[in-house]
């Protein structure tokens, strides 16, 4: 992508534009994937079963580790996000008055900033290696011998077997998702969202065979809550055209908003922990879903012209710009919360020799709540029509006209959605007498 963005004639000159941008749209998902699959793996194994002196970790205590662990890694998430925010907020510091080159050179720069990555997992290695030399002399402080050090120590209880029938099942997947997004099927979308779906529940029967009835009930609702919070619809990009066409919101601005978000939810998290562990899946659902529901009231409201009134009657001081900050300020930590304790509930359950695999058929499950409200946005955007103005770049020449008459239908329809999906996915696990965590 740097490369495609700094240098476009010399990549052209070996590959047509549209097919380095395909190939980078594509190596993305897979190196996250890749990476995200090694690292669940990793925030099982990561919490350990023995204390200090070697005697067994108690189950609480172990369900209380991985609460922490699974936090840690969103933290670790929205550490980057923070960082990715100052980053624009320093690069597109009064880039508005650049020319439409010298914005482009600073997307590169981003891509570029990107490569440090890498060195941060490497690094991430030698500390981890660092901090298992630690833990093996504090054990052997203990009395403990060579061999029992190791027993206590190892990740594995055994020998790890390919388990051709999910590696098969997960080709398939693959296999079918590619061919379904290369097609040009008038539904195909559709047709991934199904095809995938019906795969990975048959993966996810397969896998909760090892559970008991209760722990498989038990991760049946809590998957199922969590997937209908997460498959409500969103606006879609209308809204950020409106924000920039009509609320004069900038590059600049939006991202002060993606810092200011990205650091309470940080606190966020760390602040309503206690909340997470003590409450039920269907406790957080619903006050989620409510409070989310409040939270869509300010965009609501601005789409019918509150920012200019309380402008007009505050001085200029509450305008769309001081809206969107509040709002940004108190929704932000909501969209984390309800994931840490199901992340913590497929660690606390997945099998010694699937741990990996548990993790991702598992979360596989609930990101595809995220293609389900990809579906609803598409859906809804095609109900409620919202075009940017576009003009000819060579005559200046109006091509298609701005209208944003179908905005407040659009939000009051997406919010209306959002609440009552996951009210109905409560009611769901309830008359199936389903349990949650």
């Not at 490497?122 to 060579?146: E, I, M, P, T, Y």
Request: proline share 3%; aromatic share 8%.
């Amino acid at each position: 992508m740097a490369l495609l963005i700094g240098q476009r004639e010399a990549m052209a000159a070996i590959m047509h534009v549209n097919a380095w941008y395909v190939l980078a749209s594509l190596l993305v998902p897979v190196g996250y994937v890749l990476q995200d699959a090694v690292a669940d793996a990793m925030t099982v194994e990561a919490v350990p079963h023995i204390h200090s002196d070697g005697s067994p970790c108690l189950p609480e205590e172990i369900r209380r580790m991985h609460t922490t662990m699974q936090t840690l890694g969103r933290v670790a998430i929205i550490g980057g996000s923070i960082l990715v925010a100052l980053a624009n907020l320093w690069l597109f510091d009064d880039s508005a008055a650049l020319a439409r080159a010298e914005q482009a050179a600073l997307y590169r720069d981003i891509y570029l900033m990107a490569l440090a990555i890498p060195l941060i997992s490497v690094a991430g290695v030698l500390l981890a290696g660092q901090l298992q030399r630690q833990r093996v002399k504090k054990l052997r402080r203990h009395g403990l011998s060579d061999q029992a050090i190791r027993e206590l120590t190892a990740h594995s209880s055994g020998s790890t077997e390919i388990n051709w029938k999910l590696l098969g099942g997960s080709a398939a997947f693959v296999v079918f998702t590619l061919l379904m997004g290369m097609s040009e099927a008038a539904y195909g979308q559709e047709a991934i969202f199904a095809g995938s779906l019906l795969i990975i529940v048959l993966l996810m029967a397969r896998l909760t065979r090892v559970l008991a009835p209760e722990a498989r009930r038990t991760l049946l609702g809590t998957a199922l809550l969590i997937f209908m919070f997460r498959a409500a619809p969103a606006p879609g990009a209308g809204v950020t055209w409106w924000s920039i066409d009509t609320l004069g919101f900038d590059a600049h601005f939006f991202a002060t908003l993606s810092l200011i978000g990205s650091l309470l939810t940080l606190a966020g998290m760390f602040a309503l922990r206690r909340f997470m562990a003590e409450r039920s899946m269907q406790y957080i659902i619903v006050f989620l879903t409510l409070a989310q529901l409040l939270l869509s009231l300010p965009t609501l409201a601005m789409s019918l012209g509150l920012h200019q009134w309380t402008a007009a009657h505050s001085g200029g001081v509450i305008d769309a710009r001081f809206i969107a900050l509040i709002d940004t300020a108190l929704s932000s930590p909501l969209g984390q919360i309800a994931m840490i304790p199901m992340l913590a509930w497929i660690a606390n359950s997945a099998p010694a020799e699937l741990k990996a695999t548990y993790f991702a058929v598992m979360a596989s499950f609930t990101n595809l709540a995220l293609s389900a409200s990809e579906l609803g946005t598409k859906y809804l955007n095609r109900v409620f029509t919202l075009t940017r103005e576009v003009r000819n770049p060579a005559n200046g020449v109006l091509v298609t006209p701005a209208d944003y008459n179908e905005l407040t239908a659009l939000l009051l329809a997406a919010m209306l959605i959002g609440v009552l999906l996951p009210l109905l996915a409560v009611a769901a696990t309830r008359w199936l007498r389903l349990k949650t965590e």
